[in-house]
């Protein structure tokens, strides 16, 4: 790989590096990938010529972390190919075409719109201010604009989008915006909204941690898992006790799956058992019915035997 560009004397040169890097790509980065870029940035000033595997020795990361870094420099445009080698690209100049090349989905009248909403700006400051110790980069004042118009968020959701992200060490906007997806597909609007999905959701935390310490799991729950859980919560309205009851019957069974035990409480729900009275009601009463078809299987073959037993009395006659 061959890195171009200007001859300078090592003893009297420095490695730049603009605050936007530590803005807009530091955050979602690998450390490792960070490490590759800083040592190509400072061996770009020397118009020098390295090969993978010497940045490979030299920084002590295995050959395919280099390559990842390399092509995911590239992907975020950092590093451009060319048909010599690599350059590096003027990160302000990217930025700055950002800013100037709005992006279609929002048109010039919503963000004229949006500049003048001094709610919206108020939470724009405080997340510069809370998130980004005062050095949110322009660009992302724009994507919070945007996400505005795209999910209909009201400011305390935004905010607290934000938070949410920030909690679980992901401020980034890969994280924020598969958050913000997540949550626009559960209609959440207001802050309200967000309140009422949060009790749902620790609801389901609390009911997955019963199931899994009840069926002795040493492995995480699925994703799956979690989507019969979620209905069985949500669309079905079954607590623990009935749920457990289920669990029990698919213990007899040898059959603890989930998918089982979702049979059989699709079973109950599509029978209008809503209480833990009525699934045992209809398990007695089911019981019961077995028990009355067994018999009548038996003296069914008792009946059959006898008759077989005269024939055999006809014939010795």
Not at 181 to 187: F, G, P, R, Y
Not at 223 to 252: F, S, V
Not at 256 to 280: A, M, P, Q, T
């Amino acid at each position: 790989m061959k890195l171009i560009a200007n001859d300078k004397s090592f003893l009297f040169s420095s490695t730049e590096i603009p605050d936007v890097f530590f803005t807009e790509y530091l955050p979602e980065a690998k450390s490792e990938f960070v490490k590759v870029y800083f040592y190509v940035l400072f061996l770009s000033k020397y118009n020098t010529e390295i090969k993978i595997n010497d940045l490979s020795k030299t920084l002590g990361l295995d050959f395919p972390t280099v390559q990842d870094a390399i092509k995911y420099w590239e992907g975020r445009g950092l590093l451009v190919k060319n048909p010599t080698g690599y350059s590096l690209a003027n990160l302000q100049e990217i930025e700055l075409n950002k800013l100037y090349h709005p992006k279609i989905s929002l048109s010039p009248e919503a963000i004229e719109k949006n500049a003048e909403n001094q709610y919206r700006a108020k939470v724009m400051d405080s997340i510069n201010s809370q998130f980004f110790s005062g050095t949110m980069s322009p660009s992302w004042f724009a994507d919070i604009d945007l996400w505005f118009e795209k999910y209909g968020f009201d400011e305390q959701v935004m905010l607290a989008l934000f938070n949410y992200a920030y909690d679980n060490r992901a401020l980034h906007r890969n994280y924020i915006q598969t958050v913000a997806d997540s949550w626009n597909k559960e209609h959440i609007k207001t802050f309200n909204d967000l309140d009422l999905y949060f009790e749902r959701r620790e609801k389901i935390n609390i009911l997955k941690k019963k199931i899994a310490q009840k069926l002795h799991l040493s492995r995480n729950l699925t994703a799956y898992d979690e989507e019969y859980i979620q209905k069985w919560q949500e669309n079905y309205h079954y607590d623990m006790d009935i749920i457990e009851i289920a669990m029990k019957k698919a213990a007899t069974k040898n059959s603890i799956s989930f998918e089982y035990i979702d049979k059989l409480l699709s079973d109950w729900h599509e029978k209008g058992l809503s209480s833990i009275s009525d699934v045992n009601t209809y398990l007695e009463a089911f019981k019961t019915k077995d028990k009355k078809v067994k018999q009548i299987k038996q003296i069914a073959l008792e009946y059959t035997q006898s008759t077989f037993d005269n024939w055999d009395a006809l014939y010795d006659n």
